[in-house]
């Protein structure tokens, strides 16, 4: 099972969206709607910001959003702040031996 | 509060074995899922292994595969991995993590991590 395709990068400004993609097959990411994201600082253990595609758990900002379409899902965050500063992971329930499988992760930088 | 605390991180010799421990408080661990996530120095979180609540089921990463064993003891809140015939690719951050939702793919509470380094 092949990791999760993310760009290696994104940037932005402050207060602007930016949106990083997640890409895999009709087995992982395109058959489920168990997609999740995850933020890690410098030093820190990740932490969960999106579940089942676009759902976010108690004590994260709206400002993170998610959606999916066909074997892609997308992670945006608006109104980009300084702290938003990080990698982030893509991670989708798959339906091959390894049944979990990680994105490549991106580094978000804020101009 | 909810948390997790790993031990059992450390230096090894490649081909020997180190067990890890990761002691939970604050929910009900006998109701989670638990996994191990693992990232090698200045790489990506790999995950490696799960169980389920009671331990009826386990699955590895190819990576861990007859190598690698997760177990839990629920009486102690406790779940461990078992790491034999180590090799250099297995030195990284190991993380317990708890799972929730459907196959309890969702990676919802980390611990701090556990260092292991796998060096002659």
């Known amino acids: 099972q092949s990791a999760l395709t993310q760009p290696a990068s994104v940037s932005g400004s402050p207060g602007q969206s930016i949106t990083i993609s997640c890409s895999g097959t009709s087995s992982d990411v395109g058959g489920y709607n168990h997609v999740s994201w995850y933020q890690q600082h410098p030093g820190k253990a990740p932490k969960l910001m999106i579940y089942d595609v676009s759902n976010r758990p108690s004590g994260v900002s709206n400002r993170f959003s998610g959606s999916k379409s066909g074997n892609t899902a997308s992670l945006t965050i608006s109104g980009l702040q300084a702290d938003d500063e990080a990698d982030y992971y893509c991670?989708?329930?798959?339906?091959?031996?390894?049944?979990?499988?990680f994105g490549t992760g991106t580094k978000v930088s804020v101009l | 509060q909810v948390q997790l605390v790993e031990s059992g991180g450390g230096m090894v010799q490649p081909e020997k074995s180190l067990r890890l421990s990761c002691a939970a408080s604050g929910f009900t661990f006998s109701g989670a899922g638990m996994h191990w996530v693992r990232q090698a120095p200045g790489k990506g979180l790999e995950w490696v292994a799960v169980i389920w609540y009671d331990g009826s089921n386990r699955f590895y990463a190819d990576s861990a595969k007859g190598r690698f064993t997760i177990s839990r003891d629920n009486s102690k809140n406790t779940v461990y991995l078992q790491m034999n015939s180590l090799r250099a690719e297995d030195t990284a951050v190991y993380y317990c993590?708890?799972?929730?939702?459907?196959?309890?793919?969702?990676?919802?509470?980390w611990g701090q991590g556990t260092t292991v380094i796998v060096s002659s």
């Open positions: 993590v708890r799972g929730f939702g459907q196959y309890y793919y969702a990676m919802d509470v």
């Open positions: 991670t989708s329930y798959t339906s091959t031996s390894t049944p979990y499988v």
